[in-house]
């Protein structure tokens, strides 16, 4: 027996269909709109989908998109419509979906979709990486994507103009399109080589954070800007510095005026503070589909209370702190407590966090503790990435991560 989702705005069309697929032994759920279809696809999972393409508040095609890119196309769907178009069709089939009936629907057409999709192997391995696609009731994101695909659609290098609360890597991977390679450039010390730029063919290559390059990476990066169209390649890097500002400290002009050439400063998460209780479910529901986390929900409060939270390390540090209330959170639903539980001090306060009025050494030590907690959790625990980012040498980065009793690498994540 399969559960089926019946998406329909008709009433009379939800209760035809809902009773020839229980009559064939399918337990069967209803949704009259891509709202509550939402509701149920992540509460309940079923196992095929049925969805109207024309909805009032969202249509299907919109729906379709959206699950497909926050990875939750993992069930056959079959679109409906009186009003269909080859178009559409066409289109449909494109994002994923398996089948497109006409409606009025025949029983025989319907019945076969139905064992059809059923017969389908689930397609294996973890969902795409999380994109702009998914944010589609945002206003902001949804048109912060359509400039970066026409940008991207003309040029294959773009620079993001970055500060606090940055979207960067969202945007990066919006660029990437469906199961193509994604390079990290800032994650390579080693001089970087035509294999690793041939393994990344028809991919995007990422800098987090131009200032934050070595010399050498620096030169990686100008070796790899070289042959994009050779590798057809897009290459986003992001910058809080000005090209003044780089070439004041070192930075080759020729390499700095190839990369501002074109640029685009998009909205920090301060600016779409509104859309953040969407980007924080969205994480979520993408976290669960991959596996990372138990099936869970926020509450409206906890949404709430993520949404006042400052967020100055931007996407990184949110999603970090998403998977963090996820596996922390002892219920299905993460409630406003649990985020003033198990979120660092320095988010959950909304301020720094520590007391002025404790002798200076305290003070400086426990600033200390909060800075390289705070990093150490958006780096991964990565080594590496976090000498680079606090300007330390790595011994002396162990040595000062020992007096602060905190666990270096990898092992911090576990904590």
Same mark, same amino acid.
């Not at 019946?6 to 009379?12: K, L, Q, R, S, Y």
């Given at each position: 027996m399969a559960k089926i989702l019946i998406v329909d705005d008709e009433v009379g069309i939800r209760e035809l269909l809902s009773e020839i697929l229980r009559d064939e032994g399918h337990d069967i759920l209803l949704a009259e709109n891509a709202g509550a279809a939402r509701a149920a696809r992540n509460a309940l999972r079923p196992d095929m989908v049925l969805l109207d393409i024309w909805m009032p508040d969202t249509d299907g095609i919109t729906l379709l998109k959206e699950w497909a890119a926050n990875g939750q196309l993992n069930m056959p769907v079959v679109m409906m419509s009186g009003h269909g178009t080859i178009d559409?069709?066409?289109?449909?089939?494109?994002i994923g979906a398996i089948d497109y009936l006409e409606k009025p629907i025949a029983l025989q057409k319907l019945l076969a979709a139905v064992k059809r999709g059923l017969q389908r192997p689930q397609a294996p391995g973890s969902p795409a990486p #999380?994109?702009?696609?998914?944010?589609?009731?945002?206003?902001?994101?949804?048109?912060?994507?359509?400039?970066v695909e026409q940008i991207t659609s003309n040029s294959r290098v773009l620079l993001l103009k970055?500060?606090? &609360?940055?979207?960067?890597? +969202?945007?990066?991977?919006?660029?990437?399109t469906a199961n193509a390679?994604?390079?990290?450039?800032?994650?390579?010390?080693?001089?970087?080589?035509?294999?690793?730029?041939?393994?990344?063919? &028809? &991919?995007?290559?990422?800098?987090?954070e131009l200032s934050r390059?070595?010399?050498?990476? @620096?030169?990686?990066?100008?070796?790899? +800007?070289?042959? #994009?169209?050779?590798?057809? @390649?897009? +290459?986003?890097?992001?910058?809080?510095?000005?090209?003044?500002a780089l070439a004041t400290e070192g930075w080759e002009e020729g390499l700095l005026a190839r990369l501002f050439e074109i640029s685009l400063a998009p909205p920090s998460l301060v600016d779409v503070r509104d859309d953040l209780p969407e980007l924080a479910s969205q994480l979520l529901v993408h976290l669960v589909e991959a596996g990372e986390v138990p099936l869970r929900r926020f509450s409206t409060a906890a949404l709430n209370q993520l949404r006042n939270l400052p967020w100055p390390g931007g996407y990184p540090e949110l999603r970090a702190a998403v998977k963090s209330l996820a596996l922390g959170t002892l219920e299905e639903e993460v409630g406003a407590g649990d985020v003033r539980r198990l979120l660092p001090p320095d988010l959950s306060?909304?301020?720094?966090?520590?007391?002025?009025?404790?002798? +200076?050494?305290e003070a400086r030590e426990a600033f200390e503790r909060m800075y390289f907690e705070h990093h150490l959790r958006l780096e991964g625990g990565n080594m590496t990435?976090?000498?680079?980012?606090?300007?330390?040498?790595?011994?002396?980065?162990?040595?000062?991560?020992?007096?602060? &009793?905190?666990?270096?690498?990898?092992?911090h994540e576990e904590n």
């Amino acid at each position: 027996m399969a559960k089926i989702l019946i998406v329909d705005d008709e009433v009379g069309i939800r209760e035809l269909l809902s009773e020839i697929l229980r009559d064939e032994g399918h337990d069967i759920l209803l949704a009259e709109n891509a709202g509550a279809a939402r509701a149920a696809r992540n509460a309940l999972r079923p196992d095929m989908v049925l969805l109207d393409i024309w909805m009032p508040d969202t249509d299907g095609i919109t729906l379709l998109k959206e699950w497909a890119a926050n990875g939750q196309l993992n069930m056959p769907v079959v679109m409906m419509s009186g009003h269909g178009t080859i178009d559409t069709a066409v289109e449909a089939t494109r994002i994923g979906a398996i089948d497109y009936l006409e409606k009025p629907i025949a029983l025989q057409k319907l019945l076969a979709a139905v064992k059809r999709g059923l017969q389908r192997p689930q397609a294996p391995g973890s969902p795409a990486p #999380l994109t702009l696609a998914a944010f589609t009731r945002s206003v902001p994101l949804r048109e912060l994507r359509r400039r970066v695909e026409q940008i991207t659609s003309n040029s294959r290098v773009l620079l993001l103009k970055v500060g606090n &609360g940055t979207l960067a890597e +969202l945007v990066a991977r919006s660029v990437q399109t469906a199961n193509a390679p994604w390079l990290d450039l800032s994650t390579i010390t080693a001089p970087l080589d035509i294999g690793q730029l041939q393994s990344a063919q &028809g &991919g995007v290559l990422f800098v987090p954070e131009l200032s934050r390059l070595s010399r050498p990476q @620096q030169k990686n990066l100008a070796f790899a +800007l070289d042959r #994009l169209d050779r590798y057809d @390649q897009r +290459l986003v890097v992001a910058s809080e510095r000005s090209h003044e500002a780089l070439a004041t400290e070192g930075w080759e002009e020729g390499l700095l005026a190839r990369l501002f050439e074109i640029s685009l400063a998009p909205p920090s998460l301060v600016d779409v503070r509104d859309d953040l209780p969407e980007l924080a479910s969205q994480l979520l529901v993408h976290l669960v589909e991959a596996g990372e986390v138990p099936l869970r929900r926020f509450s409206t409060a906890a949404l709430n209370q993520l949404r006042n939270l400052p967020w100055p390390g931007g996407y990184p540090e949110l999603r970090a702190a998403v998977k963090s209330l996820a596996l922390g959170t002892l219920e299905e639903e993460v409630g406003a407590g649990d985020v003033r539980r198990l979120l660092p001090p320095d988010l959950s306060a909304g301020s720094c966090g520590v007391s002025l009025e404790q002798p +200076l050494r305290e003070a400086r030590e426990a600033f200390e503790r909060m800075y390289f907690e705070h990093h150490l959790r958006l780096e991964g625990g990565n080594m590496t990435r976090l000498a680079e980012k606090t300007g330390l040498e790595r011994t002396h980065l162990y040595r000062k991560l020992k007096q602060l &009793g905190l666990q270096a690498g990898r092992r911090h994540e576990e904590n």
